[in-house]
């Protein structure tokens, strides 16, 4: 167990760099993939074993390059998915990276390659083909510079909608989860996984072999630290950031409206009309343990919250489900404020249970914060102190 949650961060993405060195260092014929953003991405630790791929001549100021360099780098996302098929048809594994935004790009490439695995599965003599791997990282929710352009988690909802249930996409919490989520992803055949991370440095909440059985337990787990035993409102979330405010919540709600007996259930892994993986969904039976059987479940979400909501409403009824997410509202500004912009922050969450509780006074401070720091964020450029030195 961690004796402090939440009290420490790190970033996933440079532990996913540090795995994916390892990775390449172990396995010979192991490929990465990106469109000219592996260090935009923090995965640089990868060029400490080997080098990108180049064949023309190497300047002084050249990141390591190598005409035998098993890191492709092009600013072509198309061509990119193409070969690391081309690759994955082998038998050899590659993992490809990209900003969230421009996997977009690729989204009818990836529906073709989900309906060649569906036609795999019923030729006899053909073998598995280790997993199209996906990265997505500089996710929308931090885009401090780059702003609305990059910022679109719409390709989670459209490998979601397909029922050919060859897809997962993962959400790990924290660097822990990502580690559990990397060994998932290279372990895997036959399937698409797209596991979405933020690059920045957020709160650890898990061990290594909690996170490790969250995977095995159908995608959930509850966080027992900040969890009532007896609750009235489950909430839940699905991405790091999404659950780090639904977990500052909790917090507020502790300290503002103690009477609110609430759980929290973490979600790792999503895929077709289920929590989990396709080869391990979570049961109906689980998800009432753990979320209840008539609690109103208050959910934060990575995605579109219509995306989250649908696979909820699968296991319970949906005047049970409340869900909040990315709403396509978008900007170059401060972190707390895309979350604002998008009713996704720990105070829009803590606003809909004290209207449960009809609580007006507490609607009247929340919404009082969230007017004054986007006073802040527009003359200063930042968030207040309140919102950005906030932990458990």
Same mark, same amino acid.
């Given at each position: 167990?961690?004796?402090?949650?939440?009290?420490?961060?790190?970033?996933?993405?440079?532990?996913?760099?540090?795995?994916?060195?390892?990775?390449?260092?172990?396995?010979?014929?192991?490929?990465?993939?990106?469109?000219? #953003?592996?260090?935009?991405?923090?995965?640089?630790?990868?060029?400490?074993?080997?080098?990108?791929?180049?064949?023309?001549?190497?300047?002084?100021?050249?990141?390591?390059?190598?005409?035998?360099?098993?890191?492709?780098?092009?600013?072509? #996302?198309?061509?990119?998915?193409?070969?690391?098929?081309?690759?994955?048809?082998?038998?050899?594994?590659?993992?490809?990276?990209?900003?969230?935004?421009?996997?977009?790009?690729?989204?009818?490439?990836?529906?073709?390659?989900?309906?060649?695995?569906?036609?795999?599965?019923?030729?006899?003599?053909?073998?598995?083909?280790?997993?199209?791997?996906?990265?997505?990282?500089?996710?929308?929710?931090?885009?401090?510079?780059?702003?609305?352009?990059?910022?679109?988690?719409?390709?989670?909802?459209?490998?979601?909608?397909?029922?050919?249930?060859?897809?997962?996409?993962?959400?790990?919490?924290?660097?822990?989860?990502?580690?559990?989520?990397?060994?998932?992803?290279?372990?895997?055949?036959?399937?698409?996984?797209?596991?979405?991370?933020?690059?920045?440095?957020?709160?650890?909440?898990?061990?290594?072999?909690?996170?490790?059985?969250?995977?095995?337990?159908?995608?959930?787990?509850?966080?027992?630290?900040?969890?009532?035993?007896?609750?009235?409102?489950?909430?839940?979330?699905?991405?790091?950031?999404?659950?780090?405010?639904?977990?500052?919540?909790?917090?507020?709600?502790?300290?503002?409206?103690?009477?609110?007996?609430?759980?929290?259930?973490?979600?790792?892994?999503?895929?077709?009309?289920?929590?989990?993986?396709?080869?391990?969904?979570?049961?109906?039976?689980?998800?009432?343990?753990?979320?209840?059987?008539?609690?109103?479940?208050?959910?934060?979400?990575?995605?579109?919250?219509?995306?989250?909501?649908?696979?909820?409403? #699968?296991?319970?009824?949906?005047?049970?489900?409340?869900?909040?997410?990315?709403?396509?509202?978008?900007?170059?500004?401060?972190?707390?404020?895309?979350?604002?912009?998008?009713?996704?922050?720990?105070?829009?969450?803590?606003?809909?249970?004290?209207?449960?509780?009809?609580?007006?006074?507490?609607?009247?401070?929340?919404?009082?914060?969230?007017?004054?720091?986007?006073?802040?964020?527009?003359?200063?450029?930042?968030?207040?102190?309140?919102?950005?030195?906030?932990?458990?």
């Amino acid at each position: 167990m961690i004796e402090y949650p939440g009290k420490q961060s790190f970033s996933s993405a440079l532990t996913l760099g540090m795995l994916l060195e390892h990775q390449m260092r172990q396995d010979p014929h192991f490929y990465l993939f990106s469109p000219d #953003e592996t260090t935009s991405n923090k995965l640089q630790q990868v060029y400490q074993t080997n080098a990108r791929a180049w064949a023309m001549p190497i300047k002084a100021w050249d990141l390591p390059e190598d005409p035998n360099g098993r890191i492709i780098e092009m600013l072509s #996302e198309n061509v990119l998915f193409a070969t690391m098929v081309g690759h994955l048809m082998n038998g050899e594994q590659a993992i490809m990276a990209s900003y969230e935004a421009f996997f977009n790009i690729i989204g009818s490439q990836l529906i073709q390659h989900i309906k060649f695995l569906q036609q795999a599965d019923d030729v006899k003599w053909r073998t598995k083909i280790p997993a199209a791997n996906l990265l997505s990282t500089s996710t929308c929710w931090r885009q401090d510079h780059n702003g609305f352009t990059h910022q679109t988690p719409a390709l989670i909802s459209t490998l979601l909608s397909l029922p050919s249930r060859k897809v997962n996409c993962l959400f790990p919490v924290d660097d822990m989860a990502a580690v559990a989520a990397f060994h998932y992803m290279i372990s895997s055949s036959n399937v698409v996984n797209l596991t979405t991370f933020n690059k920045t440095e957020e709160p650890r909440w898990l061990t290594e072999q909690q996170s490790k059985t969250q995977l095995k337990n159908g995608g959930i787990s509850t966080f027992s630290f900040t969890s009532d035993l007896k609750p009235d409102i489950i909430f839940t979330a699905a991405g790091d950031i999404a659950s780090r405010e639904a977990i500052y919540a909790i917090k507020i709600l502790r300290e503002d409206l103690p009477e609110a007996k609430i759980r929290f259930v973490n979600i790792c892994t999503l895929s077709y009309k289920a929590i989990g993986t396709v080869d391990n969904p979570l049961s109906q039976t689980e998800f009432d343990k753990q979320f209840t059987k008539d609690k109103l479940i208050l959910g934060n979400f990575h995605g579109y919250s219509d995306t989250l909501a649908n696979i909820l409403t #699968e296991y319970a009824d949906k005047k049970r489900v409340r869900v909040h997410g990315f709403s396509d509202h978008g900007t170059t500004t401060t972190p707390f404020e895309m979350l604002s912009l998008n009713q996704a922050s720990r105070y829009h969450l803590a606003m809909d249970v004290a209207n449960q509780y009809n609580r007006t006074d507490l609607l009247i401070k929340y919404r009082d914060i969230i007017k004054q720091n986007r006073a802040h964020a527009h003359k200063f450029g930042t968030d207040l102190p309140l919102i950005t030195d906030f932990h458990l």
